[in-house]
């Protein structure tokens, strides 16, 4: 394990953990999802589980972590999933990782790394690379059409006395 300095009862039960979003994993493969599983915990109690179900829903989005994340914010009732640690088969990708820093998921445990994934077929490196580009150097075109007033629907928020941050 990297980055954990753990030992004992701590180790054991992430590990426990960790094999089960691999089971997740290897069901999802059985039920002709991809080969990625993810369990977040809370209080060491599971909350929430899934497995990639991107060519089963027809949903690019439907990353074992993303799906995850929906049930937790759900079982939970927040979108603050501070206190939670998340068990992923595989290191996140770009998406999940975003995901995860947005719920305020602080612990992210994992199995295979990113190297792995992609010597498997999927390489994240594409993204990484893209995300520090000018939006003008993109592979993708992004286009940005000034003077519409979009900015005035960020001075409404800033006024608007209910607001939640997040």
Same mark, same amino acid.
């Given at each position: 394990?990297k980055?954990t300095?753990?030992?004992?009862k701590?180790?054991e039960?992430?590990?426990a953990l960790?094999?089960?979003?691999i089971?997740?994993?290897?069901?999802?493969i059985s039920?002709?999802?991809?080969p990625?599983?993810?369990?977040? $915990?809370?209080?060491?109690? !599971? =909350?929430?589980?899934a497995?990639n179900? *991107?060519v @089963?829903?027809g949903?690019? $989005?439907a990353?074992?972590? !993303? =799906?995850a994340?929906?049930k937790?914010? *759900?079982? @939970?009732?927040?979108y603050d999933?501070?206190?939670?640690v998340i068990?992923?088969?595989?290191?996140?990708c770009?998406?999940?990782?975003?995901?995860?820093y947005?719920?305020g998921i602080?612990?992210?445990?994992?199995?295979s790394d990113?190297s792995q994934?992609?010597?498997?077929g999927?390489?994240?490196s594409?993204?990484?690379?893209e995300?520090?580009?000018?939006?003008?150097?993109?592979?993708?075109?992004?286009i940005q059409?000034?003077?519409?007033?979009?900015e005035?629907v960020?001075?409404?928020?800033?006024k608007?006395e209910?607001k939640v941050r997040?």
């Open positions: 394990m980055k300095g753990n030992t004992g701590k180790t039960d992430e590990r960790l094999m089960h979003a089971r997740l994993a290897e069901n999802g039920d002709g999802g991809g990625f599983g993810a369990v977040i $915990t809370k209080s060491g109690k !599971i =909350i929430s589980e497995y179900m *991107v @089963l829903s949903d690019p $989005t990353h074992a972590e !993303i =799906i994340i929906r937790a914010a *759900v079982a @939970l009732g927040s999933l501070s206190g939670c068990y992923s088969s595989c290191e996140p770009p998406m999940c990782l975003g995901a995860i947005w719920s602080k612990r992210v445990v994992y199995a990113s994934a992609a010597s498997y999927f390489s994240d594409l993204i990484y690379d995300i520090n580009k000018d939006p003008d150097e993109r592979k993708i075109d992004f059409i000034e003077d519409t007033g979009a005035e960020f001075r409404k928020w800033d608007y209910k997040y």
